[in-house]
C-alpha cells in the first residue's frame, strides 16, 4: 500500500493512538491505517507474536514510530499499565479505539449460560474499554483534546441469538459510550462507537464453521460484500479520530454496507429445547 504513506496523508498526523486488539482483524486495519496518516500508534494486544508483527509492518511499509505493548483487556491494571505506556512513551493520548475481544466459550441460549461467559463477556467488552477510558480522559481533558472510538455490534443491536454476554457487553458499552459522550461534551473529547461489518480472523473462523453461512452473508449484504477490515472499516475510524470529527459524539455508526438496515444473516436459530 505504497500510497497509505504518513506524508501522502497525515489527518492524524502526530498524534498518538492506542489500538487494543491490534494484532488481527479491525484492529490492525485501524493501526495500519493510523499509521499510514502519521499516528504514533500503540499496539495493545495479549498475543505477544501478532502484536509484535503489527509493530513491524507498520514500521517497515509506513515508516511509522509504534510500540507493542502486551495488554489482557480483562485486567485492569495492564489496561492502565497500557494508557501509562502511551503517555511515558510520547507525552500524550490523542485517540483511545477500543477494539478487543476474544472468546467467550460456546454459544448457547440464555437460560444455560454460566456466570463466568458473562463475567468474561463484561470483563472484556464492558470493563476493559471503561478502565482505558476512565485511564485516558485525564490526559485527554488536560489537552482539550481526545477521541475515543469503542467497537460495537449489531449482534447487540438486533439481540442476535446464542450470543448473551456478548451482545450485552457490547449494548452497556454503547450506553457508556453516550454517558461519557455527554458528560465529556464541554471538554473537547468526544465519544463514538462503531458496528462494523468486516471479513476479519473472527468472522472467517466463524464462516468456517457454518460454511453456508459464508456465502449467505456476503449475498445478505446490500452491497454484497461483507467489508474489508482496512479499507471499508478503518477509514470510517480515522474519520471519527480526525479533527472532522468534533461535533460528532455519542453517536453509533454502523459501517456495514448497509446490512443494519435490513438485518443480517447470523447463525441458525438455537434448538427450542
Ligand atoms: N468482524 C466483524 O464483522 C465484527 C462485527 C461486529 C463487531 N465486531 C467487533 O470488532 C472488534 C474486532 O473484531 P474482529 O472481528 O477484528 O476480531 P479478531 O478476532 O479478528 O481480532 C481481535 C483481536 O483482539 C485480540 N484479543 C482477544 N482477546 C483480547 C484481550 N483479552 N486483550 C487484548 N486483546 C485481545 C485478539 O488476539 C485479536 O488480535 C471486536 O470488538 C468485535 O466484537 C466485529
Same mark, same amino acid.
Given at each position: 500500500?505504497? *500510497? ?8 492524524i498526523?502526530?498524534r498518538v493512538a ?11 486495519? @485501524?493501526?495500519?491505517?493510523? =499509521? ?35 495488554? /489482557?483487556?480483562?485486567?485492569?491494571? *495492564? ?13 500524550r493520548i490523542d485517540i ?9 466459550? =460456546? ?5 444455560? %449460560?454460566?456466570?463466568? *461467559? ?12 471503561? &478502565?482505558? !477510558?476512565? =485511564?485516558?480522559?485525564?490526559?485527554m481533558?488536560?489537552q482539550?483534546w481526545g477521541r @475515543?472510538?469503542? !467497537? ?8 442476535? !441469538? ?7 457487553? %457490547? ?12 458528560? &465529556?461534551?464541554?471538554?473537547? @473529547? ?8 468486516? %471479513? ?6 466463524? !464462516?468456517?464453521?457454518?460454511?453456508? #453461512? ?17 479499507? /471499508? ?14 461535533? #460528532? ?5 454502523? @459501517? ?9 444473516? &447470523? ?7
Amino acid at each position: 500500500m505504497a *500510497q497509505g504513506r504518513a506524508e501522502a496523508y497525515g489527518r492524524i498526523a502526530g498524534r498518538v493512538a492506542v489500538v487494543t486488539g491490534a494484532g488481527d482483524g479491525i484492529g490492525k486495519g @485501524v493501526a495500519r491505517r493510523f =499509521a499510514a496518516e502519521g499516528a504514533k500508534v500503540l499496539v495493545a494486544e495479549i498475543d505477544g507474536e501478532s502484536g509484535e508483527a503489527t509493530v513491524r509492518e507498520l514500521a517497515e511499509e509506513f515508516g511509522a514510530d509504534a510500540r507493542f505493548v502486551r495488554t /489482557d483487556v480483562t485486567d485492569r491494571r *495492564q489496561v492502565e499499565n497500557m494508557v501509562a505506556t502511551a503517555v511515558e512513551t510520547w507525552g500524550r493520548i490523542d485517540i483511545l479505539v477500543n477494539n478487543a475481544w476474544g472468546s467467550t466459550g =460456546a454459544v448457547g441460549r440464555v437460560e444455560n %449460560k454460566t456466570d463466568e *461467559q458473562l463475567d468474561r463477556g463484561f470483563a472484556m467488552g464492558y470493563y476493559g474499554p471503561y &478502565w482505558a !477510558m476512565r =485511564a485516558a480522559f485525564p490526559h485527554m481533558k488536560a489537552q482539550g483534546w481526545g477521541r @475515543v472510538v469503542n !467497537m460495537c455490534s449489531l449482534n447487540g443491536v438486533n439481540a442476535h !441469538m446464542g450470543t448473551l454476554e456478548y451482545n450485552s457487553a %457490547k449494548e452497556a458499552l454503547r450506553a457508556l459510550t453516550r454517558t461519557a459522550a455527554r458528560e &465529556w461534551a464541554p471538554t473537547g @473529547v468526544v465519544v463514538n462507537a462503531v458496528c462494523p461489518g468486516a %471479513k476479519s480472523a473472527a468472522f472467517r473462523r466463524r !464462516m468456517a464453521a457454518n460454511p453456508e #453461512l459464508s456465502t449467505a452473508a456476503d449475498r445478505s449484504n446490500p452491497m454484497g460484500r461483507i467489508g474489508d477490515p482496512e479499507e /471499508d472499516i478503518a477509514p470510517v475510524v480515522l474519520f471519527l479520530s480526525s479533527e472532522d470529527a468534533r461535533y #460528532l459524539t455519542g453517536n453509533t455508526l454502523f @459501517v456495514d454496507g448497509g446490512s443494519h438496515i435490513n438485518g443480517v444473516v &447470523w447463525l441458525p436459530d438455537l434448538d427450542a429445547s
